[in-house]
């Protein structure tokens, strides 16, 4: 018998490939098939079952490509209604892989669909449990992201009352306990930085597994719950809809676009041009319009949230030999509709004479004095949470998250330094902000770890944030 995690940190998302005596399953796939069937074909094994947690909010699953090159059945447990064929499991039935068995608990309350495989060695017993979003490391998954339900949110943090408290809490502690996220995720609101753990060691520390009444772990788990991100509830649909092969995707948007053609297309299509370099190469010259998404940084994720529409046309401005991962981790995230990126990059564009943009960005220590003086207007783009910690006296508190919904606060004559929490928040803000018509922004190089070093003044009191 064979475990292994395949961790993405881009998304601290958890999937999981099960081998035993040439019989393999995956737990919650990526998009990308690929990784899955050449690690099953290491073995000599062949994929058997393709095992769902529940409808993924966070990113799109890819069941349906690897059950089409695969042959695989994909299981899912009691409730789940797809729009495709799959295996719909029964509480507590046991599939066969190889000498192990794979059993079925279906434990409803992050989703109504969703539940939790327990894997029981050759010798019957009870080895580890693939818990998905139902039970993280010290955390447990949000109640509210549901596909389509009349549940409330505190409707459906009861039922993962009785699941955990009736299904999980009563297995050994030896357990092995393999979630579908880590810290990062939004899918929940205090997850370990650990990605494996006992069940013994999760019941000591984990807050959600104390002795509690019902009522309490409601309030507990509801409190504090911010809105889930755009994206989550159209993911879900797509994972249960179906979506379009990746390899179509891929083929889509692996065009490479001279100047001319990658400026025809951007206004025949109405297409959103994301440039994926560095901060600060974005900074010193750009496509007027064009959007920053670093890739090396909380790429899909912010994309994500920020950019509504999921069929919007996308033209990529990337390093050269990126362009497949760009265009694959956009599809992770239900994003399909890349259609080409610009041949020889940014610097083909100049080249060219096009007309370029720049954000100006300048180092912190240079604003500290006009800092102490007042004399700079500063926008923390950070969290609410983590400007209400620690920020610099005089910012206000201005979350991208939120930056759709609040832009009329803003005013296009006012001056505005702009900064997170290390350079990469901040670079995507200015980037929206210039592509609205707002010309008077800096980005402050570094964020508030270059702003705290540099000496500025800071409060380290919980306060609320502020919003322009």
Request: hydrophobic share 35%; with cysteine.
């Amino acid at each position: 018998m064979k475990i292994e995690q395949i961790y993405t940190g881009c998304l601290a998302h958890g999937a999981y490939y099960i081998e035993s005596n040439g019989e393999a399953a995956i737990v919650d796939p990526l998009r990308e098939s690929k990784p899955y069937i050449e690690r099953a074909e290491k073995d000599g094994a062949k994929i058997k079952y393709i095992l769902e947690t529940h409808f993924h909010a966070d990113f799109v699953s890819g069941h349906l490509d690897l059950a089409k090159k695969t042959g695989a059945e994909i299981v899912f447990g009691p409730t789940a209604k797809p729009d495709y064929d799959i295996l719909l499991a029964e509480d507590g039935q046991e599939l066969i892989l190889g000498n192990v068995k794979i059993k079925v608990l279906h434990t409803p309350g992050h989703t109504m669909e969703s539940s939790t495989f327990l894997l029981i060695d050759e010798n019957g017993k009870d080895h580890a449990m693939f818990s998905g979003d139902t039970l993280f490391l010290g955390d447990v998954g949000r109640p509210d992201l549901a596909v389509k339900t009349d549940l409330t949110r505190e409707d459906l943090a009861a039922h993962l009352y009785d699941s955990l408290y009736n299904k999980i809490l009563p297995l050994a502690d030896d357990v092995i306990v393999y979630p579908g996220h880590g810290a990062g995720s939004a899918c929940g609101k205090n997850m370990s930085s650990d990605t494996v753990d006992t069940l013994g060691n999760q019941k000591k520390t984990n807050y959600a597994l104390q002795p509690m009444s019902k009522e309490e772990f409601v309030a507990k788990v509801t409190d504090g719950l911010m809105p889930p991100p755009q994206y989550f509830g159209k993911n879900a649909m797509m994972n249960k809809s179906g979506y379009d092969s990746i390899d179509n995707v891929l083929e889509r948007g692996s065009r490479a676009l001279s100047v001319e053609d990658f400026e025809a297309a951007a206004n025949a299509e109405e297409a959103l041009i994301i440039d994926t370099r560095s901060p600060q190469e974005f900074a010193q010259g750009f496509i007027p319009n064009s959007i920053f998404f670093g890739i090396d940084g909380g790429f899909a994720p912010w994309v994500g949230a920020l950019i509504t529409d999921l069929k919007q046309p996308i033209l990529l401005v990337a390093e050269a030999g990126r362009e497949e991962e760009i265009i694959t981790r956009l599809a992770r995230v239900g994003y399909d509709n890349t259609i080409g990126y610009l041949e020889g990059g940014f610097q083909a564009w100049k080249d060219a004479g096009k007309e370029v943009d720049s954000v100006l960005s300048v180092p912190a220590d240079s604003l500290v004095e006009d800092i102490k003086n007042s004399k700079v207007n500063l926008v923390d783009v950070r969290k609410s949470s983590e400007h209400g910690s620690e920020h610099v006296l005089g910012s206000q508190n201005f979350p991208l998250d939120y930056i759709n919904d609040k832009m009329g606060e803003l005013d296009k004559n006012q001056n505005y330094h702009i900064h997170c929490a290390g350079g990469y928040r901040s670079m995507i803000t200015c980037s929206i902000l210039k592509s609205r018509g707002f010309e008077n922004i800096t980005d402050i190089q570094g964020g508030f770890k270059a702003l705290k070093e540099a000496g500025a003044p800071k409060s380290d009191y919980v306060c609320p944030s502020t919003m322009l």
